[in-house]
């Protein structure tokens, strides 16, 4: 069974990088074809879709943040991350990282169970 | 890019249907089959209830279904259970931002 875990710091300070990283476990990053995402959701608000990543390593990104977003993939450890540079406390927020049922479909079958990140000195 | 425009929140009695609406624009919803629907209790991941406009994933009910006219989508939950209570998410490709939410509507179950 797929299952996909965040993990990383879950407090960050002002102005400094934020760096998740989703582990997959139960299938492998290359062999599913799809593309892999993440989405956040700040406290009490909607989804804001992030950026996605492909096994290939060719990504896209949400223009709003794309300026301060890295999205990588690494196939050996079977995980993909996140780094989101220069933070404030508006970047605070659930941090989910999230699988593709179909390839391009941008529909997102399975899904971590959520970082929470604050911004805060 | 705004999000897409769903109603706050519907409600509706035990074993009724209700019907929640996705408004986009012709850069993603009336462009693209590409429309998927999310229920998401609170304090939980969302779940993919609906892709590609009308499919569902293996384990999804039928009572969860999914439409399109021009530019705005559905989502029709028949049956409804108490269950059902949840904040509901749609999202589009978009050629503007790639993938857009709406958003979100919640769910009361009366």
């Known amino acids: 069974q797929l299952q996909l875990q965040e993990s990383g710091p879950r407090l960050v300070k002002p102005s400094e990088t934020l760096s998740l990283t989703c582990l997959v476990s139960?299938?492998?990053?290359?062999?599913?074809?799809?593309?892999w995402g993440w989405i956040r959701q700040a406290p009490g608000k909607g989804l804001e879709w992030i950026g996605n990543?492909?096994?290939?390593?060719?990504?896209y990104l949400n223009p709003a943040l794309k300026n301060r977003i890295t999205v990588s993939l690494d196939t050996s450890k079977n995980h993909f991350s996140l780094r989101l540079n220069s933070v404030t406390a508006a970047d605070t927020a659930v941090y989910y990282c999230?699988?593709?049922?179909?390839?391009?479909?941008?529909?997102?079958?399975?899904w971590g169970q959520g970082a929470l990140v604050t911004v805060s000195s | 890019q705004s999000a897409l425009t769903q109603p706050p929140s519907v409600s509706g009695s035990p074993g009724q249907s209700v019907t929640i609406s996705c408004t986009g624009t012709?850069?993603?919803?009336?462009?693209?089959?590409?429309v998927s629907w999310y229920r998401q209790p609170p304090g939980t991941a969302p779940k993919l209830l609906i892709y590609?406009?009308?499919n569902r994933p293996s384990g999804v009910p039928d009572r969860f279904s999914g439409s399109k006219s021009g530019n705005t989508a559905s989502l029709t939950i028949s049956g409804l259970q108490a269950e059902d209570e949840a904040y509901y998410y749609c999202?589009?490709?978009?050629?503007?931002?790639?993938?857009?939410f709406g958003g979100g509507t919640k769910l009361t179950v009366l």
């Open positions: 999230a699988r593709e049922i179909l390839y391009d479909s941008t529909a997102f079958s399975h």
């Open positions: 139960g299938g492998s990053i290359t062999s599913a074809g799809v593309h």
């Open positions: 990543i492909y096994h290939s390593g060719s990504s």
């Open positions: 012709s850069n993603d919803v009336a462009s693209y089959n590409r």
């Open positions: 590609e406009v009308s």
């Open positions: 999202s589009s490709y978009t050629t503007t931002t790639s993938v857009i």
